[in-house]
């Protein structure tokens, strides 16, 4: 599901006109490092990702630039950068919802036979 994810996330990069070849490239623009500071907060404070990940998802060497950026994120504010985060939110939700719901399933058809018997199946 994680790669379903942060193919999602990058969709949400190309739609803002952002190519994922710039975000993972070198360039210190100040909108690029936006990007990358988006991305690794929501994949380390939504996710739950560890930082050697993130780095390796948007291109860096190791994860002490990753563990900067989750750092600065409180520092960012902008107009470009607030969009995108609410953005990056939004698929992450539509992730989080499908594992809850998920998660409903198995314990809800878990109880067949006990209290639950008399309510049908979850599909």
């Known amino acids: 599901m994680k790669s379903n994810l942060i193919d999602e996330l990058w969709q949400v990069v190309e739609n803002q006109g952002f190519s994922k070849e710039e975000i993972v490239g ?52 902008d107009y470009d950068y607030r969009i995108m985060m609410n953005e990056f939110a939004e698929v992450i939700e539509k992730y989080e919802n499908a594992e809850i719901l998920n998660e409903i399933k198995k314990v809800w058809n878990k109880h067949k036979g006990g209290m639950l018997d008399f309510y049908p199946p979850i599909d």
């Open 26 to 77: 070198s360039s210190r623009k100040r909108d690029l490092v936006d990007v990358r500071i988006a991305m690794a907060h929501v994949l380390h404070f939504r996710v739950g990702m560890t930082q050697s990940k993130i780095a390796k998802i948007i291109g860096l060497a190791d994860h002490t630039t990753v563990n900067h950026y989750v750092n600065q994120c409180k520092a960012r504010n």
